[in-house]
């Protein structure tokens, strides 16, 4: 298993008012993300705890993108992961902001 | 004076040896070695039926038994190298060269005996060209086929699984050569007449069915999220602009969540009639509800698929049967209606790099080519002229002067950035290429050259290289979908979103396609159970594919 | 053309028609309940993960793969526990079980509220072997306890992982049981058996044959489930408020009806040697009609030859 941390300053903060959500199931080839408002709003913060070792330079582009889009000041996510593509995170991270911003 | 009749008069010497222990042509499975060990002479070109689906594996069986004393040295000519026994014959001595297309299961140990020595290649073809070969250079002088069952004269009928036959004995049987058929049994009258007697010399009667295995059944409940958004992507993005009714679907999961979003997202975009109604294709479970919803007028098969023969039997509408009302395929037909009668290609690979050549190959399996190269390939010999096909000639070649401008068949690959066991797909150079060099190839294996493919779909959109208009831009476009695999990381940002602008690539947006909005509920059938349901009760699918 | 739904979802109301088999632990909890009502307890945020998976450098789950809370179905109070399959296929850890046993002893103490444990479970996980079988020991009792307390506890079971092992147990203990088709429940699964037993006894790739045997529909009709149903939320929640509403009292008479149920089912069924079989005993024209049959039509089949014994188990 693998930790990495990753914090980037962002322009807005996410919108809604839920306070926490969680997305995914952790699996082969799955991760859950556990989003909570608790961060300061221009703030957002990703701890991952990952299966697939050695992976940290292509999580920082698929955060960075995912950040530079989605602009989640405000929270934190954690995610469990079992080793999911680029992609798949990239989904559940969409959806793990959607959730708090009160979209199912 | 010249002999003109060598071949004849072998034939007939072979034949005659045979006739003490045939009765007529019929030969009893315990002498069917013997029968072997009789007919084919040392060095003798040997198709052994090596058909993409179906085997003759019970004549594979008594050849791999005759005395490598009496039968050696042969040169086999067949589509598939698929059983055990096809790659032990030349272990033993009996086999020395090959010519092939296809080696699916057998890639790994046909790559080590390739490496160690023990065949000679001869070369490794699509199925057309192998076919096309059967006529010039590689003709056989012997042929074991499968059929489902014979006459006492000697008919066939060879059923469903029709597949490469009729081409194989039309090449040996009209060159003197031998046609020896394994069939399940003797009946009074066949079903209908696929193969007629006098192309037949010897029959063996098996006793039981030929072997063969279900290729083209995909699970629903396989299809993943990314395939089912790369479906959305191919249909909004290819299917609809272009207008492709004509098509080939390579087998694969993608393209059987395009198959069952089509009565779903295709309905719901109005598309029904206006595109994938004319198939090049086997008979797909996945195509069921398409069918049922009435997206498809017609669809030709290369071969058959186990578990569909009842349904093929049903709708007779859309299917080719015959009079007996049982499915006819036809690989060297097929073939040639998904050249020539198809506009669009569209199928996924193990690997593509910054041109767009596309591979399966790696570095220790030798898979071969199948069809997929002459489904995936423009073909310069069209002359008839389609709405798709004209306008990717147009986007082709914008400045040409139109009375000269051909069109473009559509070649797409489509797959997700990484494949199983997060392989990333994209690549800065093909495993093939290594393979060649070990090998000492003259050519690397190739599947789909660039310069024919004309789009990528990806979870991250579509590339159009018929926009691109020269090498850079098309590296940048396939880079521009190649997402986080290193390939994608190396994009010019720069160049990509002017690629954007101006449409070489279109994002999931740009269509209108929310990515979280790809959920397996689009999928018209989410189960093979499902898939039973929409047949009305009338697929069968195989033991392995239940879950009830 | 043929009945066939066409699933596409935008409607007013929560979308009930989805597979079960499909969804998570958590869509099935939140669509099988009323609207809104759901409170989880020891939710994700509050991290009570696995403490012994990270000794086998494999990835932990922030609800160790189970949901419990309290809800509201068809108006009234209830307690959920939904297994997640995926993750670890569903099995019991220390903190799941421990999740689970907890939810019990409160419906015990309650007395008021009764329990829907949604299952969808491999067993006990290897890995925790024996805090797993400890915890599957003290849900058993926890589940009699409730039960004698007045608190009924329902399984519904139609997940990717079926319901084995400990999961089987703890369902037979249950007041009553809703399974659909994709649902199986046994203790041992069938890998197990055949690799004990041969493929001659149990060939476990044909799933055929492991369906006839563990499945949905074979537990309805052998009577070790109330209910089958077919496989949406809708159809599965219908079933729990059916069997809530009808979920008699427990006590040492029910425990002996129970036995003499099974005696009478063994004494019935017990030289036959495959499902058909005991579908042919129990009354079913063409047993081999069985496996195709679509929900409604089964439902109607096995209500007509009998619904089981309310006064058991």
Redesign the interface.
Known sequence: MEDLTFHHRVRARARGVRTSAVVGVVASGNLEVLAERIEPETECVLEIRTAAVGFGEVWGAVIADFVERYSPGGLRLSINDGGARPDTVSLRLAQAVRSMEGEE | MMNWQHGREARQARVEAASSFADGKIVAARDATRLMETVIRPGDRVCLEGDNQKQADVLSAALLAVDPKKVNDLHMVQSGVVLPEHLDLFERGVAKRLDFAYSGPQSARIATMLFGGKIELGAVHTYLELFARYFIDLTPNVALIAAVSADREGNLYTGPNTEDTPTVVEATAFKDGIVIAQVNEIVEKVPRVDIPADRVQFVVTAGKPFFVEPLFTRDPGSITEGQILTAMLAIKGIYAPYGVRRLNHGIGFNTAAIELLLPTFGEKLGLKGKVASHFALNPHPALIPAIESGWVSQVHCFGSEVGMEDYVRARPDVFFTGSDGSLRSNRALCQVAGLYACDMFIGSTLQIDLQGNSSTVTTSRVAGFGGAPNMGADTRGRRHPSEPWLQAGREADPEAQPLLRRGRKLVVQIGETFGSNNEPLFVEKLDALALAEKLKLDLAPVMIYGDDVTHIVTEEGIANLLLCRDASEREQAIRGVAGYTKVGRGRDPKMVQRLRERRVIQRPEDLGIDPLHADRNMLAARSIKDLVHWSGGIYSPPSRFRNW | ??A?R????GSTGPDRK??WY?A?A?TRTRLLLDAGSFLEFL???L?EVSPHL?LF???????DGIVVGQGRIDGAPVFVAAQ?G??MGGAFGEVHGAKLTGLLRAARDLKSIPVLILFDTGGVRLQEANAGELAIAEIMRAVIEARTAGAAVVGLIGGRSGCYGGGGLTAACCSALAVS??GRIAVSGPEVIETNRGVEEFDS????LV?RTM?G?HRRLLGASELFVDDTVQDFRAAAIELLRSAGQFGIDTLHAEQSRLEDRLRRFGACHDAYDVWAAAGVQEPRSI??L?ADEFIALADALGKVRRDAR
């Open positions: 053309m043929n066939m066409l699933q596409m979802t989805v597979s499909e998570s958590r939710g994700p945020e991290r990270e450098d494999l990835p932990e789950q922030f609800d997640e995926r993750f088709e994709q790739h044909d799933h055929a369906w499945g529909k496996p195709a679509p």
